[in-house]
């Protein structure tokens, strides 16, 4: 593995380990017997709020000042947000904190993916880094459980140490080598040229720019198959949300915390193969990203009787699906801005999922929440997936 790829695939696996270490221990972070089920909700989707909002204004940064830049300030807020959660008790600072921690993730990703489009083993890569992706998610959820009985955060406090390791790295003469020669020119959402110099000035400015990216938000997502990529990711997650948050409280009384942790962690090593196998494939991304639909919903409907293999096809599905996805994206554009508006449509699902979820589990229970939500998946069968002029 060359520096480059070192210093961006270690810093994600920091990245995703520290924002899923939490998870096992939602409970106990909440309050344990003194929280409830609104606290967990909110420590954990803090975090993907807080990602949702960065997301687009960051990968707009991106495309201004450099990839590099916003990574490196990605990871500083990961690993100072990381240390907050590792020796703070208040559950309003965790959130606050996770809700950072979010915000550093949407400054890491759209960068990320603006450099791995423009990688001549753009796809081989994007592959790589979503089984790295993956690998830390399942790091960061299966050594919360297993470490738990050494004390409730020490998972959190081993991630952040590597978070600020991988910010050294970022910092070093390896992160240089992040801000590649485009192999190509890609389609963006630019703006028109115009002759009139008062224009052009006024075009320069940032409130313009802004003011442009929100017509163009506009129209791509309602006028563009590229709505129909965002719908998709936000409903997939968003349902694999639901579940993800919600299960600690749901198995509390059949599954250990290192059981619990072993599930889940499932998830991510299924989705670190599946990535990897749909990064080398040549199938059309339509047939991609259904394939893992179909994967994800059977995992939620056996979410209530097998948690190992219903979190081992939730990953499979969602792995298979973000290549299929992501393809397409970068199909349409590759810029910082394009790849942070997709990414909003997987951190809108599951930073509300599990929030609007939790409204209904009240008055319906866990099971029929999670068998609901399996069947909303399935609605993305009734969208004409057409992705075949992208291909």
Do not use: H
Request: a positive charge; hydrophobic letters at 50%.
């Amino acid at each position: 593995m060359n520096l480059k790829k070192l210093a961006l695939y270690s810093s994600v696996f920091a990245l995703q380990g520290l924002s899923n270490a939490v998870i096992p221990v939602l409970p106990e972070l909440a309050g344990g017997d003194s929280g409830s089920s609104a606290i967990s909700s909110l420590i954990f989707s803090g975090y993907f709020i807080g990602a949702f909002l960065a997301l687009v204004p960051l990968g707009i940064l991106a495309d201004r000042i450099g990839n590099l830049k916003v990574i490196r300030f990605g990871m500083l807020l990961t690993a100072f947000s990381g240390i907050f959660i590792g020796f703070s008790d208040s559950p309003w600072i965790l959130g606050v904190a996770r809700f950072l921690e979010g915000a550093g993730c949407g400054a890491f990703f759209p960068a990320a993916f603006s450099i791995l489009a423009e990688w001549e083993d753009g796809k081989q890569s994007l592959g790589e880094f979503n089984f790295l992706l993956n690998a830390g998610l399942a790091a960061g959820v299966f050594f919360s459980g297993v470490l738990a009985k050494f004390g409730i955060k020490t998972a959190i406090i081993s991630f952040t140490f590597l978070a600020v390791l991988s910010c050294i790295l970022l910092l070093s003469e390896a992160g240089k080598l992040l801000s590649p020669v485009r192999k190509k020119k890609t389609k963006k959402f630019v703006l028109r040229e115009c002759k009139s110099p008062v224009r052009k000035q006024q075009e320069g400015s940032l409130l313009f720019e802004l003011k442009s990216y929100l017509e163009k938000t506009r129209n791509s997502l309602f006028k563009t198959d590229f709505g129909k990529i965002w719908g998709t990711s936000v409903l997939l997650y968003g349902t694999t949300g639901l579940l993800t948050a919600n299960y600690p409280d749901y198995s509390a009384d059949f599954l250990t915390k290192p059981e619990l942790g072993l599930a889940i962690s499932a998830s991510y090593l299924a989705a670190m193969l599946s990535s990897l196998i749909a990064g080398k494939t040549s199938i059309n991304s339509r047939n991609i990203v259904r394939t893992g639909i179909i994967l994800a919903a059977a995992g939620i409907f056996l979410s209530v009787k097998l948690p190992l293999l219903a979190f081992f096809l939730i990953g499979a599905g969602g792995g298979t699906a973000i290549v299929g996805l992501i393809t397409a994206v970068s199909k349409i554009s590759s810029s910082g801005f394009a790849m942070g508006l997709f990414n909003t449509g997987i951190y809108a699902g599951l930073g509300l999922g599990p929030v609007l979820g939790s409204f209904f589990l009240e008055p319906l229970g866990y099971e029929t929440v999670f068998l609901g939500s399996a069947f909303m998946l399935l609605a993305v069968f009734f969208i004409k997936l057409d992705f075949a002029k992208l291909e």
